[in-house]
């Protein structure tokens, strides 16, 4: 084999060897003494016939275990590929209903707590039952009972008796004092005048002589034995009204708040749509920014007018009493509200119609 040579610059009688690299990366002229030890290498390492068919089974196996999947996969019905959907913002119409929906139901959740306020609850009633200890006798005035804790009572606080003595009807009473053990300014209830005590009227009765007196007919009583069932009633317990004036401030500072947050939700989801929105009036060569929506949005809800929305629901009279006034309250707060979703409603849908701009907007000067 000749030996490649090149162009030496100093002369062509200079001279040299060019080292060639072989496929096996060995030098030329040790190619014969390397190769054979490469094959002596190789053929070291290759597997005996056992060792190359245990191999060959191995992959037969393989081969058919993924044959045996792939059948198995043909045999399950495919699902249909779907394609991600795209997030899509929702229309406006949407978006002002759900938004003046949560408006409502905050304000009408606030406005149940104003008026629960005003229904004054008077403490439970408590009844003590008392057992007469000594006999009573009729217009006594002294109930002697078997309790020494008992309710104070005054004349102008005094507590109501039910007397039930065993085989008769309960009769009603009226104690205006208290001590210990004793019930005292005890009087019978009067069923002609509606009130305690007193007589049932007077009549004229002849005497033996023949001379003509008017008597005094008493209230009918009967006498009380021992082991008599006493029925202390609770006095009647007068409730302060609470301060509805401090409630009703904080009431009308939520319904503030809630509105500018409405107008506020509103702008911030028009501000984001991803599309041209309507531009405000003025001349064509003049800077008109997108916003014309954003600002309607604001003065018919949040502005200053006595029509707009939070004004309207500011200047509505709020109730003092429950009743009737509490009705004409609440269904005149949802009228204003629905009214005012359904304006904006159709001033949104005409300003993206391009109609209606200068009856809704303002027209500024040099806009013109």
């Known amino acids: 084999m000749s030996t490649p040579r090149r162009f030496h610059p100093t002369g062509w009688d200079a001279l040299e060897e060019r080292v060639v690299l072989s496929a096996i990366g060995l030098r030329d002229p040790l190619q014969r003494p390397a190769l054979r030890s490469w094959h002596q290498a190789a053929a070291a390492n290759r597997p005996d016939p056992s060792q190359r068919m245990q191999l060959f089974q191995q992959q037969r196996l393989l081969l058919a275990q993924a044959q045996q999947r792939a059948l198995l996969a043909q045999q399950q019905p495919r699902r249909a590929f779907q394609a991600p959907s795209a997030r899509l913002p929702q229309s406006p119409e949407v978006v002002i209903d759900q938004q003046y929906a949560a408006f409502a139901a905050d ?32 217009r006594s005035g002294v109930f002697v009972v078997n309790e020494t804790n008992l309710p104070p009572a005054s004349p102008d606080a005094p507590l109501r008796v039910v007397v039930q003595a065993p085989g008769n009807s309960p009769r009603l009473y009226q104690v205006t004092g208290t001590g210990a053990g004793i019930l005292t300014g005890v009087a019978p209830y ?42 202390v009633e609770a006095p009647e317990v007068t409730v302060p009204p609470p301060n509805t004036a401090d409630i009703a401030n904080q009431y009308l500072g939520f319904v503030n708040q809630r509105t ?71 269904a005149s707060i949802s009228t204003i509200i629905e009214n005012s979703r359904q304006q904006v ?17 303002p027209v500024y000067p040099g806009q013109t």
């Open 190 to 231: 009067n069923p002609l005048t509606g009130e305690f005590g007193g007589d049932l009227g007077t009549e004229i009765v002849q005497n033996e002589d023949g001379v003509f007196n008017q008597v005094v007919i008493p209230i009918p009583e009967d006498p009380l034995p021992v082991g008599t069932s006493l029925n």
């Open 107 to 138: 304000i009408a959740a606030a406005a149940a707590g104003y008026l629960e306020s005003l229904q004054v609850q008077p403490p439970p009633a408590t009844e003590t039952q008392l057992t007469l200890s000594e006999f009573y006798i009729p």
């Open 260 to 330: 500018l947050q409405l107008s506020g939700d509103l702008v911030t989801y028009f501000n984001r749509l991803p599309i041209r929105l309507p531009r405000l009036p003025g001349a064509y060569y003049t800077p008109r920014p997108e916003t014309a929506i954003q600002f309607f949005l604001t003065s018919q809800i949040a502005g200053q007018e006595p029509q707009i929305l939070l004004s309207q629901l500011l200047a509505q009279p709020l109730p003092s009493s429950t009743g009737d006034a509490v009705d004409f309250y609440n």
């Open 345 to 361: 409603r159709e001033s949104v849908r005409l300003l993206f119609a391009g109609k209606g701009l200068g009856d809704i907007l």
